[in-house]
């Protein structure tokens, strides 16, 4: 028995998480003990965003593309791999704008080439996310939810909380069974709805669609609404 193993590795976790990240990286090679304690913490957050941005090719009016950096279909391809997908346990996807692109500019600056296909990678994402068997908290910020991608959202059979930002849904999804969450988050103009509870949220999407309440302007469609309030089905209390 080796000396690392004399320590129970719930103890060596505590001990690494006060550890800077490159010496966490350096532990992991040293034996195989620490790269199955260590290696985990490194893939368990699951990040994407899409970039509008603006366009203006020689001689042709300004456009607006949908872009995405140019790594992101490679990181997607490995943490949706049967090794990492069991790691994840929370995913993040938004949607930003930033204005006028310039290659040149974002090479010099560091922040990467983004490449057009924004939307086709971001859907490939919401088709995986029922195969990450740990996700437990899945955060969206300014994305369109049509009904595939709240299906999707709904057969996420671990997902504990659900945290929407200025979303908007297309279609009402009446038919999909209830999300079972410890924590509801929406958040629009502003305003920060978040509920707790003891016990468990079932939710659907139908819901936040459908319950509009007096945060909604008369002026807004039933059909493709941002998400401005919502209602919940509390769970009713365990009998003991």
Known sequence: MSTAELVPPELWGLIFRHLPLVDRQHLSLTCSIFRNIVQPAFFNHLSLSIISVTVSPRGEPPRTEIRVRRSSPERIRFYSSEWVSSIVKTCELSHTILGRYDVAKAVKDGTGVL????????????????????????????????????????????????????????????????????????????????????????????????????????????????ILSLSVLHSPPLQH
């Not at 740990?134 to 369109?144: A, M, P, Q, V, Y």
């Not at 999300?179 to 958040?187: A, F, M, P, T």
């Open 115 to 226: 490449e057009p296909g924004g939307s086709e990678v971001m859907n490939e994402l919401f088709e995986l996310l029922p195969n990450f068997p740990n996700l437990s908290t899945l955060s969206l910020t300014s994305l369109t939810l049509d009904l595939l991608k709240s299906r999707r959202i709904h057969q996420i059979t671990s997902l504990r909380n659900l945290l929407l930002g200025e979303c908007r849904i297309l279609e009402p999804t009446t038919g999909l069974s209830p999300l079972v969450l410890d924590q509801l988050v929406v958040s629009c103009n502003q305003q920060d709805l978040s509920l707790h509870t003891t016990g468990t949220i079932q939710a659907t999407f139908s819901h936040l669609l459908l319950t509009l309440l007096d945060f909604a302007p008369s002026t807004i469609s039933p059909q493709e609404v941002t």
